[in-house]
């Protein structure tokens, strides 16, 4: 079980595909910084086809605007539990 | 010399660096010296007029609301590009302050209206 | 646990070092443990002593030496990276007859072995980068 | 405690940043430790293997030629994925030093074994 | 008449599109830094559609092992020569 | 024909800050006038006096300070992105309290304002820059 991390926005998508082919049944996909913004409507269905559970940084979901409405989000406290509960942690950038 | 009308163009999310801020900072630069500035924000720059951006937990200062001041200084053409809001889906979305949408051919009229050209 | 974080970012370059920061400060205020902090690429300007932003606007460099202080941290800059990068300390700045050092005090020059260690004395890494 | 195995992933193209020549270094340092280090070339980084770099003209170093001697230090890993071949069409393209290519599965599968990963 | 240049990889696809759509007829494009990737093989297809004038900076092909066949290249002098005989330049990053 | 060179990028953060080193250069050896260049953003690093690469790397500070003297250039650092970012000369050095200065000689601390002027006086005015 891996925790992944992405911070870059939609635009740049080969990020995001690079991200989402590594994530395995059990990992969890932490959206950071700018990819909150993958929760924007437009977005957001792209996210539904990962294998992994998909959660957001609270803070940066704030700061950006992004609605947190059907979202799983955690705080910097939280961030720092799943580091601790997935056995790895890859950061997409 | 005839003062030439000024063109910034920001392409980036607001906090992701300080490109959104230092956009802001150089129209109103141009603005004190009289130079005739026009902003346009493209692709992720369009994100910086989502509105209810709240910066305090990331200890930063958030761009929005600078954006809503430019017209005191005479810089009231904010221009974005339907291919920009296409970009993130959001043509009807509210944004503020609320830009003029531009279309492709718009867009490069706008280019070639602007003899000087800052890229941020 | 036993974290080790990597900062890749300069302050102002992106979002990468500010949230490294505060994933820095949970961890701790969890009762975790941070083995160090390395910072390498753009990373290295964390550690500037010369930053003075305007007082409205919070400091990297002083946060992360104020965090150093609270919890004795171990902050290590990449000195390969910092040298070509213009972060000095007083023996590398009289190695290379530099007029000055710049780095923050509570950061220390040391080398990729820093790095290495860490990745096995560490139970997790993290690395905290961006764009360029 | 034991030596945890190491995977160093740059995805950035040569002389881009200075991320190409770092991992080279991560990856030689970590070889000095006795770390066993694989090297996985993603995305932009599969262009660092392009044969016949001449960057004279830009006076920088090319990171090509350091990746060519990893094998002296017993880094005799490098990977790449289908993916990233097929972002730029480079599939039939003679690669140097060849990389070895690994699908998706095969990726996942990489990462799974390596709890230390460094992004560069 | 303008010039634009554009130094981004073809994986940022985002920065090619505002580029791509922002040439006029009788503009052109130099191509520098990672842009001269858009001139490999499987990306050159794409710049044919552009209205523009497509050209790279040498040192750049040479420096990242990208055939100049069939492609027009200026050196350092020529991209000033570029900067002059055009109106105004727009640079995309 | 009178040109200005915007530079947002630091050495090794992007090939941005090399390109228009070697855009400067040409334009010089073609006869054309350089009116300034304005460092912002990330480019205030160009100007650091403590940059100090390995003797086979080449070091973008020096090589514009070069660049300045042989063709009196004028090398202009925005002063607030230096001051966020840890370049100081003396002046700025003692009003923000700081243990001492890096800004090279040949570059000079100046505001925007350069930047607007540098506007109106030139022909064609080029940003160098990167992602982030």
Not at chain 2, 83 to 112: C, F, K, N, T, Y
């Amino acid at each position: 079980m891996m925790l992944h991390t992405l911070n870059s926005s939609p635009s740049d998508r080969t990020t995001f595909q690079s991200c989402a082919a590594s994530l395995s049944e059990g990992d969890s996909l932490l959206l950071i910084e700018e990819a909150v913004y993958w929760l924007l409507p437009h977005h957001r269905h792209e996210l539904t086809r990962l294998p992994a559970r998909i959660l957001a940084l609270e803070p940066d979901l704030l700061a950006r605007g992004v609605s947190s409405a059907g979202v799983n989000y955690v705080d910097d406290a939280g961030f720092v539990e799943l580091a601790v509960t997935h056995g790895s942690v890859i950061n997409w950038f | 010399m005839n003062a030439p009308e000024v063109l910034i163009i920001c392409r980036r999310a607001p906090y992701a660096s300080s490109a959104a801020r230092d956009a802001i900072d150089v129209a109103l630069s141009c603005a004190l010296f009289a130079l005739p500035v026009t902003l346009l924000l493209l692709d992720d720059a369009v994100l910086q007029l989502l509105p209810d951006q709240q910066s305090g937990g990331i200890g930063q200062k958030n761009p929005n609301a600078m954006l809503g001041v430019l017209p005191m200084y005479d810089i009231d053409r904010l221009y974005t590009s339907t291919q920009s809001l296409a970009l993130h889906g959001l043509e009807d979305v509210r944004l503020d302050p609320a830009p003029i949408v531009l279309d492709q051919a718009e867009i490069r009229a706008l280019l070639a209206r602007h003899p000087r050209v800052i890229m941020l | 646990m036993k974290f080790t974080l990597v900062v890749h970012c300069a302050p102002y370059q992106g979002a990468a070092a500010d949230t490294a920061l505060r994933f820095a400060r949970a961890l701790l205020a969890g009762g975790h443990e941070l083995y160090r902090v390395f910072f390498y690429r753009e990373g290295v300007h964390n550690a500037s002593a010369l930053a003075s932003p305007p007082r409205d606007e919070h400091s990297l460099p002083l946060a992360w030496q104020r965090l150093a202080q609270e919890y004795q941290l171990d902050l290590v800059v990449c000195v390969a990276a910092a040298l070509r990068r213009g972060i000095l300390d007083e023996n590398e700045a009289k190695r290379h007859e530099k007029p000055a050092a710049n780095l923050a005090s509570g950061f220390e020059l040391s080398g990729l072995g820093q790095l290495s260690e860490a990745l096995i004395q560490s139970d997790r890494v993290l690395t905290f980068g961006g764009r360029g």
